[in-house]
T-cell receptor
Framework: NAGVTQTPKFRVLKTGQSMTLLCAQD?????MYWYRQDPGMGLRLIHYSVGEGTTAKGEVPDGYNVSRLKKQNFLLGLESAAPSQTSVYFC????????????FGPGTRLTVT | DQQVKQNSPSLSVQEGRISILNCDYTNSMFDYFLWYKKYPAEGPTFLIS?????DKNEDGRFTVFLNKSAKHLSLHIVPSQPGDSAVYFCAASPGLYSGGYQKVTFGIGTKLQVIP
């Protein structure tokens, strides 16, 4: 089992460019999440999904969009990147029965110049 | 408003001694508490959890203590090993009473260094 994988691992964008981060999990988990981690702050939830075809906003959703067309995949999109979106992005998944025990991917380090 | 607080950004402990990581919370609706461990360039990994109906949960060298009246929990690692050097995140959730997804709130983390 690969668990949770994220692509790419690193990316540098110019302000205004767009990109999509891909997350995949092979644990058949119903719930998936996107977090960002910034220095001096805990993990902050951007968006989450409780099932295929459903998404919901977390605590910092502005500037991001998500899609979950397949149960195993959760995509995070930045339509017009801003320097404030420079961060490390983590995807996670969890089962419906124990949703708070989350399995995380290795992270994507994004720099927006 | 930080609902989960880890006031010590870092901690150094000698190998073989006890490591105690502390966490305070403010939201009385939190019902389930977790600790995650994170190595550099990796994602956090779940370590141990405790429900509010308990005051202690043990898993090998790791024990979590919960003091609900003080809204405080701690993670004890005994004995500490160099491989335990990592960032430890405290996290809390309202639990499953109302069913469905319940948001997990994370602290900012404490960096533990175990000195050989």
């Amino acid at each position: 089992n690969a668990g949770v994988t994220q692509t790419p691992k690193f990316r540098v964008l110019k302000t205004g460019q767009s990109m999509t981060l891909l997350c995949a999990q092979d644990m058949n988990h119903e719930y998936m999440y996107w977090y960002r981690q910034d220095p001096g702050m805990g993990l902050r939830l951007i968006h989450y999904s409780v099932g295929e075809g459903t998404t919901a906003k977390g605590e910092v959703p502005d500037g991001y969009n998500v899609s979950r067309l397949k149960k195993q995949n959760f995509l995070l999109g930045l339509e017009s990147a801003a320097p404030s979106q420079t961060s490390v992005y983590f995807c996670a998944s969890s089962s419906q029965t124990v949703p708070y025990e989350q399995y995380f991917g290795p992270g994507t380090r994004l720099t927006v110049t | 408003d930080q609902q989960v607080k880890q006031n010590s950004p870092s901690l150094s402990v000698q190998e073989g001694r006890i490591s105690i990581l502390n966490c305070d919370y403010t939201n009385s609706m939190f019902d389930y508490f977790l600790w995650y461990k994170k190595y550099p360039a990796e994602g956090p990994t779940f370590l141990i959890s405790i429900s509010s109906i308990k005051d202690k949960n043990e898993d090998g060298r790791f024990t979590v203590f919960l003091n609900k009246s003080a809204k405080h929990l701690s993670l004890h690692i005994v004995p500490s090993q160099p491989g335990d050097s990592a960032v430890y995140f405290c996290a809390a959730s309202p639990g499953l009473y109302s069913g469905g997804y319940q948001k997990v709130t994370f602290g900012i983390g404490t960096k533990l260094q175990v000195i050989p």
